[in-house]
């Protein structure tokens, strides 16, 4: 079957890095996908990687190792507005995107 | 990037009436729009995927013929939820693909419903 697994919650420290996982058992492999989503709002776009490797666009950086079925998003310098939950989903063979649960960031001052 | 406008953001019906949700692509044509819901504290779960000019495609434990989806243009799909039931309260969210690629995936802004 097709699981995503990632993490329920986590909290960091205003300022910190952390790093947020997340492992895929799809049917084929088309990408994976980070995305952001606050309270009541729909999901914003964070990172999308194909290839193995780590992505990086700002304080936000996305690493894919595709032997492992392994992905990460790395957080750094982390802000209040970093609050949320993250969703790491897979796309399969028929470019149908399987969501995971979301994992919440709590970040303190 | 591309833009998904969902329209209404929020509704409140009564019990037994219907609500129709609306999702338009603003600035690329869409063969493939997704309907999603979205219970609190949990994760997005698709209920249908909408192609353009065809029936939809229902995921297990989603009635058709409660939710209805239509497709009728690349910019536009609808769904209609049908004798609205205070369990249908949820968080709907659309989103789309554009024609040349199957990659991103752009999001409405989601439709918050309460049936009461």
């Known amino acids: 079957g097709q699981n995503i697994d990632q993490p329920t919650e986590m909290t960091a420290t205003e300022g910190a890095i952390v790093q947020i996982n997340c492992t895929y058992q799809t049917s084929g492999f088309n990408g994976l996908f980070w995305y952001q989503q606050h309270a009541g709002e729909a999901p914003t776009f964070l990172s999308y990687?194909?290839l193995d490797g780590l992505e990086e666009k700002g304080r936000f950086s996305s690493f894919l190792s595709r032997s492992k079925g392994y992905s990460y998003l790395l957080l750094k310098e982390l802000q209040m507005k970093d609050s949320a939950s993250y969703l790491c989903?897979?796309?399969?063979?028929?470019?149908?995107?399987?969501w995971g649960a979301g994992t919440k960031l709590i970040i303190k001052p | 990037g591309a833009v998904v406008s969902q329209h209404p953001s929020w509704v409140i019906c009564k019990s037994g009436t219907s609500v129709k949700i609306e999702c338009r692509s603003l600035d690329f044509q869409a063969t493939t729009m997704f309907w999603y819901r979205q219970f609190p504290k949990q994760s997005l779960m698709l209920m249908a995927t909408?192609?353009?000019?065809?029936?939809?495609?229902?995921e297990q434990g989603v009635e058709k013929d409660k939710f209805l989806i239509n497709h009728a243009s690349l910019t536009l799909s609808t769904l209609t939820v049908t004798s609205a039931h205070p369990e249908d309260s949820s968080f709907y969210i659309c989103?789309?693909?554009?024609?040349?690629?199957?990659?991103?995936?752009?999001f409405g802004q989601g439709t918050r419903l309460t049936v009461v």
């Open positions: 990687n194909v």
């Open positions: 909408s192609n353009e000019g065809s029936k939809a495609t229902y």
């Open positions: 989903a897979s796309m399969d063979s028929n470019y149908q995107l399987i």
């Open positions: 989103s789309a693909r554009e024609l040349e690629t199957y990659t991103e995936a752009f």
